[in-house]
């Protein structure tokens, strides 16, 4: 049971689910409903797709993520990013408007299902940290941009193309001769009033006495007032017959559960793709999931959550859908309503089939301006000019990763920018690995503690110098730390002990270990001897499995104070009335270089 229970999330909460639970999981449900039906239509247009197809791949994906996830509040379904990267992978292979693209689509949701639930098994959850946050943010603000650039030629009311910015701007640029003027005033007007109604109706509502759950319910309902509000509009002044363009017939009912075709030259194109989708996904639902997790002290689980996202991609390729993942604001209003476990998700399943069983036909004179004015609304949120400011504040190097893939993103496209985020950030993590921080290190007088000899005024001796390496010892880094401790030698000719200090050190790997072999080897035969301190248990113990520790032409110490009080006891005991002079800035704290 307990086997069954770690893969079958809802064995767990089911057991204690009860009358008052579900219902805060259903007022959620009604809530979400009502902002994710504008929002499916919207983003499946987005992704090249009819808009049913948007609805489809918020149904079964829902219950599939309430059997298999761990997020009480994690609103599954379609989402920008991923309907953007959708339209990019799937338009390599076929035209949009096809049955092939459509296929296409499927297969890619069931492929990156395959890849995310074979992750899960595999527990490789951690290959997402290969994209850091810079990166997400960068690639996210440039995908925000994007994504709202290429709806404007639906709120203009014009043809464009194009899957870079550069190209998509040149497009509108070139066609704006063409604009529909009614078509303008719509896309303008609905992304107006979208705009008031999610940065001030709601404040305006609590101000005149309304309650804040009936004002957040009617904030969240202004998609849907855009929705009926243009569609009537469109379907009473006959706006179809002045090339206002509309979504057109929407089939009712719900589709039938089919196996995507296995065509195995598709899936190898799509595979690379349906790979970067899987990875961003899971990020972007994994830091949603547990930051809402945190604020009710309550865990999920990484590569269970890969397992549910990848029943809920699967689940939408058998349902005619397209790749999904949790989505920001959704499952934040979803938490806001009161979700208390992940059968809110299922009760919105429901509630979507019943609109697409029912209500899609109504649809059929809803102006395409409106759906791309709540994306460009949605989207915008995602772009957070900010961070690349807070970024260069405080990390050049983490600023370059976030503005190569923010460039790239914007002018070659989304496959691109993610494959050079993360080429930045390996990168740059070897750079910064190969080169670690090292410090010569001194007594501070009085005390047993060892200070950094550039930022606090210590004490050293002119017979032992010690180094303090802050990073664990590998291939990467070894023959800095060969170069450096020569270096130091050769300007010192006093020298007679040199102690490697280890606090930080947690591993030593075979490379690093021969490094260490030379430089004892190297140090002897200059008459210098090579001590260690601080070495931690777990690489001791492994230094000790090797020849090593006897042969080396010191001692390893266990604290730094033992050393220095054998090798100089002189300046191991000097007071603080003797502090030299010469190290300077006292005053200032460095941090973690303890």
């Known amino acids: 049971m307990t086997y069954l229970m770690r893969f079958l999330p809802i064995l767990t909460w089911g057991r204690t689910y009860d009358r008052e639970t579900a219902t805060s999981d259903l007022i959620a449900a009604v809530i979400v409903t009502i902002m994710l039906i504008p929002q499916s239509l919207a983003y499946a247009l987005l992704a090249g797709l009819p808009p049913e197809v948007g609805l489809y791949a918020s ?44 296929g296409a689509a499927i297969a890619l949701a069931f492929i990156s299902g395959i890849m995310l639930m074979a992750m899960g098994f595999f527990r490789l959850g951690f290959l997402a940290n290969l994209l850091s946050h810079p990166v997400i943010s960068g690639f996210i603000t440039a995908s925000g941009l994007l994504i709202a650039s290429s709806q404007l030629k639906h709120i203009i009311g014009i043809s464009a193309s194009g899957h870079n910015l550069y190209d998509i701007l040149t497009s509108i640029g070139s066609n704006l001769g063409n604009t529909n003027l009614i078509t303008l005033v719509i896309g303008l007007t609905a992304t107006g009033f979208l705009f008031w109604v999610r940065k001030g109706l709601k404040k305006q509502l609590l101000g005149i006495g309304v309650k804040p759950f009936l004002a957040d319910i009617l904030t969240k309902s202004g998609p849907i007032a855009a929705v009926f509000v243009t569609t009537a509009v469109a379907a009473v002044f006959d706006l179809a017959s002045r090339d206002v363009r509309l979504v057109g017939d929407i089939p009712s009912g719900l589709p039938l559960p089919h196996i995507p075709s296995f065509d195995s030259a598709l899936w190898l194109q799509l595979a690379p793709a349906a790979l ?38 699967i689940a939408s390729a058998i349902s005619g859908g397209y790749p999904v993942t949790g989505g920001f604001s959704r499952s934040v209003v979803n938490f806001d309503a009161g979700a208390a476990t992940p059968a809110a998700g299922a009760f919105t399943a429901v509630g979507i089939a019943v609109a697409t069983l029912f209500f899609t036909p109504l649809l059929s004179h809803l102006p395409q301006a409106t759906l791309a004015a709540t994306i460009i609304i949605a989207v915008l949120s995602l ?68 200070r950094n000899v550039d930022r606090h005024k210590v004490a050293t001796g002119s017979r032992v110098l010690t180094l303090r390496v802050d990073e664990s010892l590998f291939f990467a880094n070894s023959r800095y730390l060969e170069d450096r401790i020569y270096a130091l030698v050769a300007e010192r000719p006093e020298i007679e002990h040199i102690v490697l200090m280890c606090p930080a050190v947690n591993s030593i790997d075979a490379s690093a270990l021969e490094s260490l072999e030379e430089i004892n080897h190297r140090l002897s035969d200059s008459g210098v001897d090579f001590h260690l301190s601080e070495v931690k248990g777990p690489v001791m113990d492994r230094l000790q499995r090797t020849d090593f520790v006897a042969h080396l032409s010191g001692k390893v110490f266990l604290s730094q104070y033992d050393a220095l009080c054998e090798l100089d006891p002189l300046t191991a005991h000097i007071s603080e009335s003797h502090t030299p002079k010469k190290a300077a800035r006292s005053d200032i704290w460095d941090g973690p270089e303890i």
């Open 59 to 102: 149904i079964l994906p829902l219950v599939a993520y309430t059997i298999f996830g761990t997020s009480r509040a994690l609103a599954v379904g379609p989402v920008a990013v991923v309907s953007l990267m959708t339209a990019s992978a799937v338009g390599e292979f076929a035209q949009q408007g096809t049955a092939e693209y459509l």
């Open 276 to 313: 970067l989708i899987s990875v961003i996904g899971f990020v972007e639902s994994v830091s949603v999931a547990q930051t809402l997790a945190a604020k009710k002290r309550q865990r999920i689980v990484p590569d269970q959550e890969l397992i549910g996202l990848g029943a809920s991609n």
């Open 383 to 450: 772009v957070d000019l900010g961070a690349i400011k807070r970024t260069y504040a405080y990390s050049k190097s983490d600023f370059t990763a976030m503005a190569a893939t923010i460039i790239v993103t914007l002018f070659l496209g989304v496959e691109q920018g993610v494959v050079t985020g993360v080429a930045f950030s390996i990168a740059l993590y070897l750079y910064r690995s190969s080169r670690p921080h090292m410090a010569i290190v001194g007594v501070v007088p009085g005390t047993e503690h060892f």
